[in-house]
């Protein structure tokens, strides 16, 4: 009874202090008989948050780990990262693989995104097996990106969207990243 009143108790200290979590798991260890609970909050842990931890007295002990967003794994481990995506479909006829792919609807996996070179130059295709869906230049691709993440974060206004809001953070390094790349091509493109 203990485990899941302590699991409700910091998923709403949590959520209190804007950081909202799932619990895990929780459970009794085998060996030492010692009750476990295991959270996942999406935006980290607050320091409110720790100084509750040291002073409730049904906790003994607690670790935290922080766990790479998707975009910085893709950053730092960018081949390992693609690795796990090789179940990806033949491409349509035409193109080469540039890097990826990557699923954009998993579990099901039916639809990818890849980086390709083809007919039409080097560019993003988002396909199914053997069918393009959409094709787009770079310059395409990064406008596009750019309206999809304006988009997104009006997003964050309207509704209350935990997978748009627990990725916040890897939407604003987006932006920045996007803007500054875009100001680069049209300062090139202009001279």
């Given at each position: 009874m203990l485990l899941p009143r302590l699991a409700d108790a910091v998923e709403r200290?949590?959520?209190?202090?804007?950081?909202?979590?799932?619990t895990l798991?929780?459970?009794?260890?085998?060996?030492?008989?010692?009750?476990?609970v295991i959270l996942e909050a999406a935006r980290g842990i607050p320091l409110a948050v720790f100084q509750w931890l040291e002073e409730d007295a049904r906790v003994l002990d607690y670790t935290v780990n922080d766990v790479a967003s998707t975009l910085q794994e893709h950053e730092a481990f960018p081949a390992e990262w693609y690795q796990l995506h090789l179940s990806a479909p033949a491409l349509p006829d035409g193109y080469t693989l540039l890097a990826g792919p990557?699923?954009?609807?998993?579990?099901?996996?039916?639809?990818?995104?890849?980086?390709?070179?083809?007919?039409?130059?080097?560019?993003?295709?988002?396909?199914?097996?053997?069918?393009a869906l959409l094709f787009l230049t770079v310059e395409e691709a990064l406008r596009s990106t750019l309206h999809l993440y304006r988009m997104t974060t009006t997003l964050l206004n309207c509704c209350?969207?935990?997978f748009v809001q627990a990725h916040a953070q890897d939407l604003a390094v987006l932006l920045r990243d996007l803007?500054?790349?875009?100001?680069?091509?049209k300062e090139a493109h202009d001279a």
């Open positions: 200290h949590l959520e209190d202090c804007g950081s909202p979590a799932t798991l929780y459970g009794v260890t085998t060996k030492r008989h010692e009750g476990f990557i699923s954009i609807d998993s579990p099901s996996d039916e639809r990818w995104l890849g980086l390709v070179t083809g007919p039409e130059g080097d560019g993003m295709l988002y396909y199914e097996e053997q069918k209350s969207s935990g803007s500054g790349r875009l100001n680069a091509r």
